[in-house]
């Protein structure tokens, strides 16, 4: 089973550690952190299913049903990507990982894969008249330009989408280089 971890280490003992995550706190015991730390920056497998969906039902990991990139894309549906305060990502992005940064560093909401994958199949490039807290309607307005695109519909559509591909890629090196957190 596939697996991806979410929230942040805020303190780890012998047998334990603590993740924050979406407003709480959790204990993990040896098992559900070696888990945990296993895939806080990068997909995973594990054979603990039972664990993994107990984890799951927390929040603290999302599960994909195999390695494809359909499976994938699911998988991070249920993910916020989190820019890091002060990454310490030693790597340098390439130029479509830093594009993904700027959208979810100044875009002034909170990007979804799908948002991201449809900003990037579009073209649309993360301009200051789209960003920050002065541009989120006109941001929202690019995204949802159609009035019968909903968020479903659009995770829908972007499931198929040229850029689906590269964006995740782009999304999972990010993460993987401490720019991003998965909260």
Known sequence: MMY???????KETDDHCFVFHRGTEYSLNRLESE??????DRLCESDCILTIEDM?????ISIAEDN????IYDLLFDCMFIPCRHPSGR???TSAESILFVWLREAGIRLTTAELICLCERNISPTENLLGEKGRQELITAIYLNNDINEFTLEHQMESAESRDWVITGLL????KNYLYIG
């Open 4 to 10: 991806i971890s979410k929230g942040i280490l805020t």
């Open 35 to 40: 888990l945990w730390k296993a895939g806080r």
């Open 173 to 176: 090196s990010l993460v993987q």
């Open 91 to 93: 790597e340098p992005m």
């Open 68 to 71: 494809s990139i359909k499976s």
């Open 56 to 60: 799951e039902e927390t929040g603290l």
